[in-house]
Each structure stands twice: as C-alpha cells, then as structure tokens.
T-cell receptor, first 113, second 114 residues
Framework: DVKVTQSSRYLVKRTGEKVFLECVQD?????MFWYRQDPGLGLRLIYF???????EKGDIPEGYSVSREKKERFSLILESASTNQTSMYLC????????????FGNGTRLTVT | AQSVAQPEDQVNVAEGNPLTVKCTYS??????LFWYVQYPNRGLQFLLK??????LVKGSYGFEAEFNKSQTSFHLKKPSALVSDSALYFC????????????FGSGTRLSIRP
C-alpha cells in the first residue's frame, strides 16, 4: 500500500511565524501535491511538483512556498503565517499516468493565532 | 470556467437502502473521473475511477459509479448502505492535458442511519 506521511497532525502557530509542513511518500511517485481543505470549498491546490526541484503554482500559492530536494519529500512553507491560513492541509502523491489516483496523507490541521 | 458540482451538501439514507451521491462536471475534453472518501480526521481515500469503456464502474467497499457523457455526470451509488459508509465524499475530475489540473467538488456528507 502507498503510504503518504505528514509529520504533524495538529499544529498551533503564532501570526508571523515561519511554518514548515513536511510530507513523505514511499512509492517513488513523481507527482506530489499540497492542497488546502476548507469547509464548503473542497480542496484547493496550493503547489504541485512533478519531479525533484520542479514545481508549479496551483490555484492559491500566495503566502506559500515549497521545497522538493528529494523525490520522496515535499515540504510546504508558510513564510509568515497569518490567521487566514488556519486550515487543514493535505499532501498527496501520484504516479505519472494521468489516470493514476491521488494517495493522500492524513492531513495537518494548522491553527494560526 | 471548469467546474465540478456536488449539488447536495448532505445525503441521509437508512441502512440497507440504496444510496446515490451526485456529481456533475463542466470540463473540456474527456477527463478522467474519480471518487474519494474522507473519514473523520483522515485524508482522502480513492474509491474508484472512470477512464473509458463501460459506463458503470465498480470500486472499493461495494461502491459503483455511473458515467453519463450526455449529462456530464458521474454519480456514486451503492445498492445497500451501511452505517460505516457515513463519511464525506468528493468527486474529482482530471483533465487529460495536465497532471496538475484536478478539480474537486465541494464534498457531500453521507449519513447512514441505523
């Protein structure tokens, strides 16, 4: 079974802090994703990576950056956390085939106070 | 604009009855179609997908989905609901032209009463 592991289930940070969310997958997948999940809005793509050091902005990249130095690890960085970034963050990975499903981690619920 | 609609925020069904969770989409081309389920405090789990061919797709946990090209719909179904099916369900559509272009619906909460 594919395993996608997010390092933290819950995080509480203060406004202005730099926040790192880590994600590791064990299936040698090329594609990795960071989504944000908010009630009634579904999932919104923050960033996508299709290879080491390669990334694409998603629909809502403002206030976020990413790092992919190794194939299995994809990090989301909140440069200066704000209260409107309080949300559930989901990491996912998939193979290269466009009909490949996404495999999700259990999510990190981030609260910015 | 490309979009995926799940018109019902919540669906309530008695255990043992059939269930349907609706999804319609407005995406160009012939996209790939997916259903995912999310249990409390968990990430999304893949249920099934439509690529091509037979319009009725079977997936995990006894779920199936019916693709209708003329209505651009991909409704999730199960002949006999279980209480354990209670969860949040997401329809997703992936364009054939882009690995990152995946549009999710807003989700439908399915509640199965004993």
């Amino acid at each position: 079974d594919v395993k996608v592991t997010q390092s933290s289930r819950y995080l509480v940070k203060r406004t202005g802090e730099k926040v790192f969310l880590e994600c590791v997958q064990d299936m040698d997948h090329e594609n990795m994703f960071w989504y944000r999940q908010d009630p009634g809005l579904g999932l919104r793509l923050i960033y996508f990576s299709y290879d080491v050091k390669m990334k694409e902005k998603g629909d809502i990249p403002e206030g976020y950056s990413v790092s992919r130095e190794k194939k299995e690890r994809f990090s989301l960085i909140l440069e200066s956390a704000s209260t409107n970034q309080t949300s559930m963050y989901l990491c996912a990975s998939s193979g290269t085939g466009l009909n490949s499903p996404l495999h999700f981690g259990n999510g990190t619920r981030l609260t910015v106070t | 604009a490309q979009s995926v609609a799940q018109p019902e925020d919540q669906v309530n069904v008695a255990e043992g009855n059939p269930l349907t969770v609706k999804c319609t989409y407005s995406v160009s081309g012939n996209p790939y179609l997916f259903w995912y389920v999310q249990y409390p405090n968990r990430g999304l789990q893949f249920l099934l997908k439509y690529i091509t061919g037979d319009n009725l797709v079977k997936g995990s946990y006894g779920f199936e989905a019916e693709f209708n090209k003329s209505q651009t719909s991909f409704h999730l179904k199960k002949p006999s609901a279980l209480v354990s099916d209670s969860a949040l369900y997401f329809c997703a559509v992936r364009e054939r032209s882009s690995a990152s272009k995946i549009i999710f619906g807003s989700g439908t909460r399915l509640s199965i009463r004993p």
